[in-house]
């Protein structure tokens, strides 16, 4: 894993259906645990409005979209250019998943050119942190006493999940590998705790 290079990424999006949109993205290329070089974040102008529901968690508006946002296909064009191709993951890896591939297609980036999806952090907090009174990353940043808060703010729930992982779950996690990391994060939660190292 120490030496793996891969992106953590985080969204926020109009609502959370099929047909919703990303408006903001943050990545963080990481070495192994641990951040390598500062995050980057866009903002994106959606063809589709805000929802009123996802407005109210995380405060950005249609007009500061209009103001502040990057065309589509312009933005992911520049996200895939900083990706460039690392495997990336999510604290949610199959929301971020199912929003970014949509969005992908939409565009029509092909699907040669888009990074494998591989970690999920929120997997691994379960995995990891079983003693969590709940697995919202608002939940664990307290349970863990984290210094980064999420904000529901791509910038800011990427810092608070790099920090996780690099001070609380690498610790836990031991010398595996990045191919068993990726693996525990996609089979049945009791199975990938029978394989944890003990």
């Known amino acids: 894993m120490k030496?793996?290079?891969?992106?953590?990424?985080?969204?926020?999006?109009?609502?959370?259906?099929?047909?919703?949109?990303?408006?903001e993205v943050c990545?963080?290329?990481?070495?192994?645990?641990?951040?390598k070089g500062p995050s980057r974040s866009w903002?994106?102008?959606?063809?589709?409005?805000?929802?009123?529901?996802?407005?109210?968690?995380?405060?950005?508006?249609?007009?500061y979209l209009d103001r502040h946002g990057d065309e589509p296909a312009e933005a992911h064009a520049d996200?895939?250019?900083?990706?460039?191709?690392?495997?990336?993951?999510?604290?949610?890896?199959?929301f971020d998943r199912r929003m970014l591939h949509s969005d992908w297609d939409r565009v029509g980036v092909a699907k040669r050119l888009r990074p494998p999806a591989a970690l999920c952090a929120l997997r691994l907090a379960r995995l990891f942190v079983p003693d969590?009174?709940?697995?919202?990353?608002?939940?664990?940043?307290?349970?863990?006493?984290?210094?980064?808060?999420?904000?529901?703010r791509a910038k800011h729930d990427v810092k608070a999940t790099v920090e996780m992982l690099s001070r609380c779950i690498s610790s836990k996690a031991g010398e595996i590998s990045f191919k068993e990391v990726k693996s525990l994060c996609s089979m049945p939660i009791n199975k990938a705790r029978n394989l944890l190292p003990s």
Do not use: C
Not at 5 to 23: A, K, N, R
Not at 27 to 35: I, K, R, T
Not at 79 to 94: K, M, Q, S, V
């Open 79 to 94: 996200i895939l250019d900083f990706i460039d191709g690392r495997p990336f993951g999510a604290f949610n890896l199959p």
């Open 27 to 35: 990545v963080q290329q990481m070495l192994g645990w641990s951040p």
């Open 132 to 152: 969590s009174p709940g697995y919202k990353l608002s939940h664990l940043a307290n349970h863990l006493r984290l210094k980064s808060k999420p904000k529901h």
């Open 43 to 63: 903002l994106i102008r959606a063809p589709r409005a805000v929802g009123s529901q996802a407005f109210r968690v995380h405060r950005i508006s249609d007009a």
């Open 3 to 23: 030496r793996t290079e891969w992106v953590l990424i985080d969204t926020e999006t109009t609502g959370i259906q099929s047909y919703d949109w990303v408006i």
